[in-house]
């Protein structure tokens, strides 16, 4: 389940980036959303979870960003934080919605701290307001339907996660 | 209880070292050689992922273009009427046009002058995806390096530019638009001023009024609204004649020196499916 999620964001994500465009308010970071709800079906094992989403980073970095070690890097971050907010809140839907926005406001921040640094070019502040402002929406959506169907199909076939 | 302690300090130990690691070499490979060419290691996952994308994202094209479709349907009848008239008009052109090719040969044997667009096979493509990363501004197309297609091609939208080849696998490319604000490379342009062109340089793209800004005219010089924007040919990688867009707007720079033009675009950035590669023909 956790490979069959995380394979349908990451083409999902590809897919849909073909017809919504970065200056609607509709724009996917499934892949991302889907490194939080699959977090408790690891069952505490950090360095599982690590490798795997190590490895989601690098495919992402190679199919979509052209680069090496970029989102590999970004997405371990991301994983530091996910496990944190696991550890300090009890799993449900309501924090699995604190923890994705959470984890997508630290990607873009992330994301334009890299580009501010070392790209030839000024950003604005406002730029990267409006770059969270336009992953959240579809994003939290996403979350929700995710959870549903995850927690319904764990719950089907006795899926074990920590709580 | 000790060794169980002890191995959990390893693994965080290793997991922050991969972080510093991947950190480092990120940085190394991405900053310090931006321009570099895919590694056949990534090229071979790249098309074996787009591959699979272009498979699973096939329903979803398919309903898409059907839905594309019927709607032009609807407009047909007068595109029709349209197309009627064009087809009069062209007619006239056609034989300009043999004439100016002719004499576009004569010129070229006798001033030796550098390509022009006419030596170029175009390669049609069909964009796969968009850009995830929201900072630079990149479409993936379906064709690469078996089609022939290398680094620094040109990519048009009819005779309009778009962008850059940035870099290729075996079956796809990436495509860098010229909307990219991290543009490095300036593209050199002329402006076609009623008998003569005056000369200057694409830099940067605005977002907010959806202009390109193009320096390096002299305020001395007066150019109208609405002139053509075309490349120059010079620097190697654009050959002379793509249309790029009109001019805008005319502003002067701080200094009261020099003009900033604005120029827009005829394409439509947001709804690119199909784009063309200009092929060198060696």
Redesign the interface.
């Known amino acids: 389940m956790i490979v069959a999620l995380t394979m349908i964001s990451f083409?999902l994500?590809?897919?849909l980036?073909?017809?919504i465009?970065?200056?609607t308010i509709f724009?996917?970071?499934f892949t991302i959303v889907s490194l939080v709800i699959i977090y408790p079906y690891f069952n505490n094992n950090?360095?599982r979870y690590?490798r795997f989403i190590?490895l989601v980073g690098l495919?992402?970095d190679?199919?979509?960003?052209?680069?090496?070690?970029?989102n590999?890097?970004i997405f371990?971050?991301l994983g530091f934080i996910i496990g944190l907010l696991n550890y300090l809140l009890s799993n449900n839907l309501y924090t699995n919605l604190l923890t994705t926005i959470i984890t997508i406001i630290t990607y873009?921040i992330i994301?334009?701290l890299m580009?501010l640094i070392?790209?030839?070019?000024t950003?604005l502040l406002s730029?990267l307001l409006q770059?969270i402002y336009?992953?959240l929406v579809l994003n939290i959506i996403y979350c929700v339907i995710v959870y549903i169907l995850t927690e319904v199909y764990s719950r089907k076939y006795k899926i074990l996660r920590c709580k | 209880m000790y060794r169980k302690k002890q191995k959990e300090k390893r693994?965080k130990i290793?997991?922050i070292s991969?972080?510093v690691v991947?950190?480092i070499?990120?940085?190394i490979?991405?900053?310090a050689i931006p321009n570099r060419n895919?590694t056949i290691f990534?090229k071979t996952?790249?098309d074996s992922?787009?591959t699979?994308?272009k498979v699973?994202?096939f329903p979803?094209d398919f309903i898409?273009n059907k839905v594309n479709t019927n709607k032009e349907k609807n407009e047909m009848y007068e595109k029709y009427k349209e197309l009627e008239e064009q087809v009069k008009e062209n007619e006239k052109y056609k034989i300009e046009n043999e004439e100016l090719k002719k004499q576009l040969e004569d010129m070229k044997e006798l001033l030796d002058i550098n390509e022009t667009i006419t030596d170029y096979t175009y390669v049609n493509a069909n964009?796969?995806?968009?850009?995830?990363?929201?900072?630079s501004?990149?479409i993936t197309i379906n064709k690469g390096e078996y089609d022939g297609i290398t680094k620094d091609m040109p990519v048009v939208i009819g005779n309009n530019l778009i962008g850059k080849i940035?870099?290729t696998t075996t079956f796809n490319s990436?495509v860098r638009l010229i909307t990219a604000?991290?543009v490095?490379d300036k593209i050199s342009i002329k402006i076609k001023n009623k008998d003569t062109y005056v000369y200057g340089i694409l830099n940067g793209y605005n977002?907010e009024n959806n202009t390109y800004t193009i320096e390096g005219i002299s305020q001395t010089i007066k150019i109208e609204n609405g002139s053509i924007v075309t490349t120059t040919g010079m620097g190697d990688i654009f050959p002379a004649g793509i249309v790029i867009g009109k001019i805008t707007g005319i502003n002067t720079d701080n200094f009261d020196l020099s003009n900033v033009l604005e120029m827009q675009s005829d394409v439509n950035f947001?709804n690119i499916?199909y784009v063309t590669v200009l092929r060198r023909n060696i």
Do not use: M
Request: proline content about 2%; aromatic content about 18%; overall charge neutral.
């Open positions: 083409f994500d590809g897919i980036s073909k017809y465009l970065p200056t724009l996917p970071l950090n360095f690590f190590a495919l992402y190679i199919a979509y960003f052209n680069t090496l070690f970029y590999f890097f371990i971050a873009r994301l334009f580009v070392f790209k030839n070019h950003y730029e770059s336009n992953s | 693994k290793i997991i991969i972080l991947s950190l070499i990120g940085i490979v991405n900053i895919l990534e996952i790249k992922i787009l699979v994308q699973v994202s979803i898409v964009v796969i995806n968009r850009n995830l990363d929201y900072w501004d990149t940035i870099s990436t604000t991290d490095v977002k947001d499916n």
